[in-house]
């Protein structure tokens, strides 16, 4: 029943986001933009760590990375806009792809970390080179095509590129491709053994995350105008992994939920208060007790042995 | 079509394999037979890619195989099950086979068609081939252990392998679950000719459904040949047949 109901509610839902800057004012509008690229961002961190079983630690780079690279292409070159907003997502899966080669090899927590740890580097290298990439202090004011620069423009756009991504994860987790990458989760070596080159799959599948990490982070640029080196540091990374943790996992649309509490939390709390890593710790506290499978995945998930639990 | 030369794997100083050869033929269902920790599984991961030969030879039509990957492996036509029931738990008994033929198909990097309904007739056949057609359906997780091990060994078989390894395909199954398997490992062997080699610790059957034996004790082989043959062999008797003559 849940199952037919699902494509009913998801056209109600683009309805509902469709009609939204009409009635919302200016702030609203542009807060309901950031939870739509976060939650993109959530989604393609799923893809790695819910779908692939990865240890994606620091998928925040991947998505500065995109950001990054659309912001430079429409600062300091003379190239088109759209050219900025393939380079962004190509170099943060460009970057996934060579993080990943890098860091494979290594199982589950030494992967996490040593991603961490590269990750950190990139960072720093964003952090420091003030002749290009504006140091600590970003960039700032990224011109953008006319179409695209009110707050409803781009809104629009960045439901328009939001709704077609994730649409695209969904019809991949769908694929061959996507069931395999679940097979290799749950039992890498059955699919070694089927014929299934383990490796060669858990790279293709981190090289689309940081591809759709990266365009949320070129969305990011059409939203705010603006890159600091901030967004892609450890703590976002985390963020993110929280609100995976807190929509589920193992639920497609987990982390669209997950990235919409959050954001819409940090928001209001940040106009009363300064201590949203006090709640962000509180949540995570919360739902790593209360709710392991999520909250989607508390609904829809369906009951399974414990011990088969665990990405 | 297979030779295992003088293969020697050891763990830190202890050799759990020492000097184990093999030989099987195409078409023959071999056994291999030993007390616990003889070194059986070790020998069949050695086969499989799961771990590489200190030293020794493993020939497969051939070819030295010895320390390439299990995925090559794979490949290259040798597909097993494992001791302890190795199957994909959170997917469907139907999903399980499927993602194995579409595996062998090479289809397991496409990222947009659904793969939902995807070699379906080619599945149902080999569902229906082991008598799982039922349970298709069903989450295989929650299937007996019997089915599960029979699920396993569909998987091994959706890879279209020339060389099926089958680590005690009836461990733990209640006899007429054993009965079934046996049934089915012959109608693999007679039907389509597949060769198999498996090791079992019910010495009945063994030597009622193998062609040849080899036997194995502290990792090393003491005999290979025809049932009559290890019968007699006085070391076998000593050091295995006699003393339980099952395990
Ligand atoms: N990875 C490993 N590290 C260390 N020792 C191992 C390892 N795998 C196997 N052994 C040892 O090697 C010996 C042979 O083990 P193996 O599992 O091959 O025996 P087996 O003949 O399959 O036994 P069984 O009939 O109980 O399945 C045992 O003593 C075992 O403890
Ligand atoms: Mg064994």
Same mark, same amino acid.
């Given at each position: ?26 702030? +609203? ?34 998505? *500065? ?12 070159? *003379? ?8 380079? *962004? ?106 014929? #299934?080159? #383990?490796?060669? +799959? ?7 995350? &940081?591809?759709? *990490? &990266? ?7 059409? #939203? ?47 106009? +009363? ?39 | ?21 093999? $030989?099987? !033929?195409?078409?023959? /269902?071999? @056994?291999?037979?030993?007390? !616990? ?7 069949? $991961? ?18 030295? /195989? ?57 599945? $149902? ?45 009836? @461990? ?28 079992? $610790? ?8 193998? !062609? ?7 990792? @090393? ?17 000593? @050091? ?8």
């Amino acid at each position: 029943m849940r199952r037919s109901a699902t494509p009913f509610l998801l056209l109600l839902l683009l309805a509902a986001l469709l009609a939204l800057p009409q009635v919302l004012p200016r702030f +609203h509008t542009y807060v309901a933009s950031i939870v739509l690229l976060t939650a993109l961002l959530a989604t393609s961190l799923n893809l790695a760590i819910g779908y692939t079983g990865l240890y994606q630690f620091g998928h925040a780079v991947f998505y *500065g990375v995109g950001a990054y690279g659309t912001a430079l292409v429409l600062t300091r070159s *003379g190239m088109p806009a759209p050219v900025a907003f393939l380079v *962004g997502p190509l170099a943060a899966a460009a970057l996934s792809l060579v993080m990943g080669v890098i860091c494979i090899r290594l199982s589950k927590l030494y992967f996490g970390m040593l991603q961490i740890s590269l990750g950190s580097l990139v960072w720093a290298v964003v952090y420091r080179w003030y002749s290009f990439t504006g140091g600590d202090d970003g960039i700032h004011g990224i011109p953008l095509p006319d179409a695209i620069a009110s707050p409803k423009g781009s809104y629009y756009f960045t439901l328009t590129v939001t709704a077609l991504c994730v649409f695209a994860m969904y019809r991949i987790v769908r694929s061959p491709f996507g069931k395999v990458i679940q097979g290799i989760r749950d039992n890498p070596v059955r699919a070694a053994a089927i014929g #299934v080159d #383990v490796r060669l +799959h858990q790279l293709a599948s981190l090289v689309i995350a &940081g591809f759709f *990490g &990266g365009v949320a982070g070129s969305l990011f640029v059409v #939203v705010e105008n603006s890159v600091f080196p901030d967004m892609m540091f450890w703590t976002f990374s985390l963020e993110v992994l929280i609100m995976c943790l807190l929509g589920g996992m193992y639920t497609f649309f987990g982390p669209l939920v997950g990235a919409s509490v959050i954001v819409l939390l940090r928001v209001f709390a940040s106009v +009363h208060t300064q201590y949203w890593s006090l709640i962000l710790g509180t949540i995570l506290t919360l739902v790593i007790i209360f709710l392991p499978d999520g909250v989607l995945g508390r609904f829809v998930r369906r009951s399974l042995p414990k011990e088969d639990r665990g990405a | 079509m297979l030779r295992v030369e003088s293969v020697v794997k050891s763990f830190g100083g202890f050799k759990a394999v020492d000097g184990a050869n093999l $030989h099987v !033929n195409a078409g023959e /269902i071999v @056994a291999v037979i030993g007390p !616990n920790g003889a070194g059986k599984t070790t020998l069949f $991961h050695l086969l499989t890619g799961h771990l590489s030969p200190d030293s020794g030879r493993i020939l497969f039509k051939g070819k030295e /195989i010895g320390g390439l990957s299990p995925h090559v492996l794979c490949r290259r036509g040798i597909t097993r099950s494992f001791q302890v029931v190795n199957i994909f738990p959170r997917l469907s008994v139907f999903e399980n086979v499927q993602i194995a033929v579409l595996s062998r198909e090479r289809k397991t990097f496409r990222i947009f068609s659904p793969v939902a309904g995807m070699a379906e007739e080619e599945v $149902h056949r080999i569902l229906r081939s082991v008598g799982l057609f039922d349970q298709r359906d069903v989450e295989s997780d929650l299937l007996s252990h019997g089915d599960k091990k029979v699920l396993e060994i569909a998987v091994a078989l959706s890879g279209n392998p020339e060389l099926l390894i089958l680590d005690e395909p009836t @461990a733990g199954m209640a006899p007429e679950e054993t009965e079934r398997c046996i049934r089915l490992i012959r109608k693999l062997s007679g039907e389509s000719g597949l060769t198999i080699l498996f090791c079992e $610790h019910d010495i009945a059957l063994v030597f009622e459904i193998a !062609n040849r034996i080899m036997v194995m004790v502290r990792g @090393a082989t003491v005999v290979q040949g025809s049932g009559e043959e290890v019968r007699r062999n006085s070391e076998v008797q000593s @050091a295995y047949l006699g003393e339980s003559g099952g395990c």
